[in-house]
């Protein structure tokens, strides 16, 4: 592990962000949704996306794009938006009451898509940026969330996602993947989401990593502790943070495409149609239960339609499930619903698909 300093937050100066700040990251996050719309037409090869744009009373918009019914995807959204105005929804003043008093400005990309194919899994992504007075900052991430997983595939979506990382800093894949294990957490189920990626939030030129400064981290958890012992990142600047995001952008299309298109043919029936449905029900909780992005955009008045296209077209719920022993379903919850070393797995001697 990287040796950085440790000093207090309150040692340290938040720098400003430029004055194009706003336009830069606004045009980039529509350009980002541009490129993630045409790759995934391509790999869906028969549905394209619909457009609808929407503008909100308090100030702001944005664009909702929409997939229905294609060859591959059953159902998926790409959407961009920016919001401003002068009061803070109360989420924000919990976690940053330093921001009470000034007016905001939010922007970001978000996209969730539900495949048709049971062995293709469902991918969430959500890269933003905010402002309001002094404080800025960027967050986002991205998981993915399998049925009938294959090593090979979760290997290749982290390994993907460090390289990302891995060009800006070689302890921002190791903590922000223990942040997404411990973000997407379904707390009353007492599992994962799916196998995690990386998540971050609150980044800004004050470099911190401290669990503090993670809402939902608590100290004694894998990824406080070693936050604790990477200690906050120093000298980094608005544009290096703005790169960050650039590049984990990017990494989308060459991490989950090839899965997708590895698996669409993919025979299956209705057993694995099934449980497909009964574990979207697990994204549905996550989603109207703990995402903070749904309970933002909510808090300001954004787009329901736009807010809840994350949730999947079809689900089902079936009163005390539990899977059959040795079955492929089981191997999803022994293995897959367990935080891994993803990068290191081939090294392990665990099972290989």
């Known amino acids: ?58 100030g702001g918009g944005g664009r909702s794009r929409v997939m229905r019914e294609g060859r591959v995807f059953e159902q998926g959204g790409v959407n961009f938006s920016e919001v401003w105005g002068k009061d803070l929804p109360p989420s924000i003043l919990v976690q940053r009451p330093e921001a009470k008093g000034h007016s905001f400005y939010a922007t970001g990309t978000s996209m969730v898509l539900h495949p048709r194919n049971p062995y293709i899994p469902t ?36 390994q993907t996602l460090k390289q990302a990382c891995d060009q800006h800093h070689s302890e ?25 990626g990386i998540f971050f939030d609150y980044q800004d030129t004050q470099g911190v990593l401290y669990p503090i400064f ?22 980094r600047t608005w544009e290096d943070l703005f790169a960050f995001i650039q590049s984990c952008g990017n990494a989308f299309l060459p991490a989950y495409t090839p899965i997708a298109e590895k698996r669409k043919n993919t025979e299956y029936g209705d057993r694995e149609r099934q449980f497909q449905l009964y574990r979207r029900g697990r994204y549905v909780e996550f989603n109207l ?6 309970i933002f955009g909510l808090q300001t008045n954004g787009r329901t339609e736009s807010i809840l296209m994350s949730l999947p ?24 619903l367990k935080p891994q070393d993803w990068i290191n797995w081939s090294q392990n001697g665990a099972h290989s698909a």
């Open 1 to 58: 592990m990287t040796a950085f300093s440790t000093s207090d937050k309150t040692e340290t100066t938040q720098a400003l962000p430029p004055q194009d700040s706003r336009e830069r990251v606004s045009q980039w996050m529509k350009s980002f949704q541009d490129q993630v719309c045409k790759g995934l037409e391509a790999v869906d090869g028969e549905a394209t996306f619909r457009e609808d744009s929407w503008t909100r009373p308090e």
């Open 123 to 158: 991918v969430h992504l959500n890269y933003r940026y905010f402002e309001a007075g002094p404080v800025w900052w960027f967050g986002g991430g991205i998981d993915l969330t399998p049925y009938y997983p294959f090593e090979e595939d979760v290997i290749h979506f982290h």
């Open 172 to 196: 921002y894949y190791p903590t922000f993947k223990l942040w997404c294990d411990e973000y997407f957490y379904l707390k009353h189920r007492n599992e994962t989401r799916g196998v995690g």
């Open 214 to 235: 993670y809402p939902g981290s608590q100290m004694d958890t894998p990824a406080a502790q070693y936050s604790q012992q990477v200690g906050a990142v120093q000298g």
């Open 289 to 294: 239960v703990y995402d903070r992005g749904t």
């Open 313 to 336: 077209p079809m689900v089902r719920w079936e009163y005390g499930y539990e899977p059959e022993a040795g079955s492929p379903e089981a191997r999803l919850y022994d293995i897959f």
